[in-house]
Structures are given as structure tokens and as C-alpha cells.
């Protein structure tokens, strides 16, 4: 397989992935707001004296069950790790999630999902995330997942897969619903 046709069916798995999320969260009555990918041509990206200004999105989906908001970015791989670069994993995403952690009532992280390995999929907060990043760690594994973060149960309906949101809202509710995090 080329590399342009393995980019593509990447590409189709990962948004297949988000959309059967984001149509979980709506069919159980979650609210659920998908930030749009803005695409900029190249030629926009390196000129300086451009006036227009876009900024990179902070995460993916912003997800609210009363009485938490989730702000999440959702990563997907057929593979039993997900490298941590600046490619995969941007720094300017880390940071939104860190800095959104400072309010009461919101709960950020990563959303993993693991396609090749029974569609796990797993929550993981990003303080244990920016752990691991501290320990030099290169990836993150369905291990350090299974260990460290919280598993949202899926079932595949005919062929797309169906989240249980609510209660992955009702467990992380729990775990994290008093802390605000400082620096």
C-alpha cells in the first residue's frame, strides 16, 4: 500500500472514529461539539505580512453532561501504541487541555482508541498524559491505557461502533469532580 493510500485510509478510520463518538454522545443526550479542522493552504501558513490570523484548534470535541464539561481531543490507531510527536500529539493541544483543567467543572484529556485490539478505547486525563510525557516516554500504549485510564465500553452495532458516553461521563465525573488543577 502507498503511503498516499495508507494516509487516506488513516484518515477514514479516525474520522469514522469521531463521528461515531460524537452520534453516541447524541443519541444518549450528551451534548457534544465537534471544532472544525480549519484547512489553510500553504502558502497562507509562512507569510507573516498576511493579515489573516488562524490559530490552530485546541482539541477536537468540547462535551457537556451536567454538570461536567469534557474538553477532548481523540486519537486513533490500528497499532498497540500512539507516538508522542509534535505530528500526532501537538504541544499547543496539550497545553489547551492543561489550562482548561483550571476551572472547576471541567475535566480534559485524551480519548485513545485502539482499533486493531478489540476497538479498546480509553480515557486519559491529561495530568497522567503530561506524566508520562515527564518520565520520556516516546508513546503511549494500550497498556500504559489499561492501567492508567479510564475504559469507555463500546459495541459494534452493524457496522459502526456505538460509545457508551454516559457512562464514561458518570465514572470520570467521579474520579476527577473536585480537582482543579494549577501548575
Avoid at 520520556?136 to 479510564?150: A, D, E, M, P, R
Wanted: net charge positive.
Amino acid at each position: 500500500m502507498s503511503l498516499g493510500i495508507y494516509k487516506e485510509v488513516f484518515k477514514s478510520a479516525r474520522n469514522k472514529f469521531e463521528t461515531n463518538f460524537k452520534q453516541s454522545a447524541i443519541k444518549q443526550g450528551v451534548y457534544i461539539y465537534k471544532i472544525k479542522d480549519m484547512f489553510v493552504p500553504p502558502e497562507c501558513r509562512v507569510c507573516k505580512k498576511s493579515s489573516m490570523k488562524i490559530g490552530p484548534n485546541e482539541f477536537d470535541f468540547i462535551m457537556y453532561k451536567h454538570p461536567y464539561l469534557f474538553t477532548l481531543e481523540l486519537k486513533s490507531t490500528k497499532q498497540k501504541s500512539i507516538q508522542i510527536t509534535e505530528k500526532i500529539i501537538k504541544e499547543h493541544q496539550i497545553n489547551a487541555l492543561k489550562k482548561s483543567t483550571k476551572y472547576a467543572g471541567i475535566i480534559a484529556g485524551f480519548i485513545f482508541n485502539f482499533l486493531n485490539y478489540d476497538n479498546q478505547t480509553f480515557f486519559v486525563h491529561i495530568n497522567d498524559f503530561v506524566w508520562l510525557l515527564e518520565e520520556k516516554k516516546k508513546s503511549i500504549s494500550l497498556n500504559f491505557c489499561q492501567k492508567v485510564g479510564t475504559r469507555i465500553n463500546n459495541k459494534l452495532l452493524s457496522v459502526n461502533y456505538e460509545y457508551d458516553i454516559v457512562e464514561f461521563v458518570q465514572s470520570v465525573g467521579e474520579k476527577y469532580r473536585a480537582k482543579i488543577y494549577d501548575d
